[in-house]
């Protein structure tokens, strides 16, 4: 039996605000509603990051586009549904394979989407302790890396790998682009991630290490913890 074919990776720069705001994902039919002018692979995003956040983990749907998805840098994996006996069965029967689906996706926020030190004392992200945090040094500009999302039946593949290190290597390669606006400062290859607490030791596997000044928050009722890494940027 051939195996399936390979996932793809698709990119897509970020889109425009309009064509964003214009999106909502619907948890009672595992739709998405979109404009004409929404790309396919931002739906496909947010298809993915439906299904994962707000029916698996019972996060509000009306939240899960947000402003930072206009500025954001955007993958999804593609593959293809048949595996295993499936698989077997439909080249037994010489049925032909589905096509590929949207199965992983990732974003990735430049530093000027989003501030985040504390202003006249108040927290500009609710949740994390920016004040506390032992790893930043509220000043030099970080990118983040988020709404990382793999369908149920796809993980364990390594496709959550893939993408970090996509990301990764996609910021560390284009510094240049991290900080549309000057005024924020240079990138110098800091990242930060919003990680599920009970993922920590994942995330150390990128290198990615917590910070425990920023303390466990919780967002959409699951606890969240602040973790860090500095890229090597390339000249």
């Known amino acids: ?27 009672s039919s595992s739709q998405v509603i979109a404009s004409a002018s929404t790309p396919q692979l931002f739906i496909d995003a947010v298809a993915v990051r439906g299904v994962v956040f707000a029916i698996g983990q019972n996060c509000n749907a009306d ?50 989407a989003h501030a985040d030190a504390d202003v006249d004392g108040l927290k500009a992200v609710d949740g994390p302790d920016y004040a506390g945090s032992r790893m930043w040094d509220h000043k030099e500009p970080y990118v983040m890396i988020g709404r990382l999302a793999t369908l149920e039946e796809f993980r364990g593949k390594g496709y959550g790998k893939v993408l970090v290190e996509t990301a990764f290597e996609y910021a560390a390669g284009h510094a240049s ?49 602040g973790v860090w890494k500095r890229l090597t940027v390339k000249a």
């Open 63 to 112: 939240k899960e586009v947000d402003d930072h998805d206009g500025l954001s840098w955007h993958w999804v994996i593609y593959a293809s549904p048949d595996s295993g006996r499936e698989a077997e069965e439909q080249d037994r029967k010489g049925d032909k394979r589905e096509e590929e689906v949207p199965v992983a996706t990732i974003r990735l926020i430049p530093a000027q």
């Open 1 to 27: 039996m051939p195996p399936p074919p390979p996932p793809t990776i698709k990119f897509l720069p970020p889109p425009s605000g309009p064509a964003v705001r214009s999106v909502h994902f619907l948890p």
């Open 177 to 225: 682009e991290m900080v549309a606006d000057k005024e924020v400062g240079v990138w110098r290859g800091l990242v930060l991630a919003h990680a599920q607490k009970r993922l920590e030791g994942w995330y150390k596997g990128f290198g990615l290490e917590r910070d425990v000044g920023m303390g466990v928050w919780e967002e959409e009722g699951i606890e969240h913890i």
